[in-house]
């Protein structure tokens, strides 16, 4: 199966400014998904932004973009104009065949 | 649409015993999984079914198990409960498996 590591597990960005979430991946496959979920303090996990490994163009979702390199399996989140209600744990997620394994999430906290 | 809901939301049980947990997924999703999550762990997948087939399991041992009703809603029980099974466990709908998932408010589990 394939794992998900995010080595950075607290974060912090000033509000109103960008901040980057790593995370990489490692799998056999070459079909498979990538996400970002989000888990504010409230605990019901929304989904911020998802990839097809087999599409080159990074997904966007308007303040979220992702810079995905799939050779270094690399897929990192990009937050811009960081808001408070951007404060949370953000996990990042790899799909294949049915199977959905997370990373250990970043903590997120934005100062005002 | 409504969204997933998971019953009971709290649940506190004594070793030994054995817990169903209830998950309804948003109306026309057909792919359900279920995660635990833990402090120590993290999210970790339990198994997802489809159809009312179960398409893949985490690594949780057989007192793990659920199951799939025709209307798409889904069961998880645990039998034989152990102090290392206390957890929120999430239940997350799709429209079909590798699509975006949909997360419930989970149920927080404590067993002592």
């Known amino acids: 199966a394939q794992t998900v590591t995010q080595s950075q597990p607290e974060m912090s960005v000033q509000e109103a400014e960008t901040v980057t979430l790593s995370c990489t991946y490692d799998?056999?496959?070459?079909?498979?998904?990538l996400f970002w979920y989000k888990q504010p303090p409230s605990r019901q996990m929304i989904l911020v932004i998802r990839?097809?490994?087999?599409?080159?163009q990074n997904a966007t979702e308007n303040r979220f973009s992702v810079n995905f390199q799939k050779a270094a399996k690399s897929f990192s989140l990009k937050i811009s104009d960081s808001q408070l209600g951007d404060a949370a744990m953000y996990f990042c997620?790899?799909?294949?065949?049915?199977?959905?394994?997370f990373g250990a999430g970043t903590r997120l906290t934005v100062k005002p | 649409k409504a969204g997933v809901t998971q019953t009971p939301r709290y649940l506190i049980k004594t070793r030994g015993q054995q817990v169903t947990l209830s998950c309804s997924p948003i109306?026309?999703?057909?792919?359900v999984s279920w995660y635990q999550q833990t402090p120590g762990q993290g999210l970790q997948f339990l198994f997802e079914?489809?159809?009312?087939?179960?398409?893949n399991k985490g690594n949780f041992p057989g007192r793990f198990s659920g199951r799939q009703f025709s209307n798409s809603r889904s069961e998880m029980n645990v039998s034989t409960l152990e102090l290392g099974d206390s957890a929120l466990y999430l239940c997350?709908?799709?429209?079909?498996?590798?699509?975006?998932?949909?997360f419930g408010p989970g149920t927080r589990l404590t067993v002592t």
């Open positions: 997620a790899c799909e294949n065949n049915n199977d959905m394994r």
């Open positions: 109306s026309g999703h057909r792919s």
């Open positions: 990839q097809e490994a087999y599409k080159q």
């Open positions: 997350a709908s799709s429209l079909w498996p590798s699509y975006e998932q949909y």
């Open positions: 799998t056999s496959e070459s079909d498979y998904y």
């Open positions: 079914y489809f159809s009312e087939t179960q398409r």
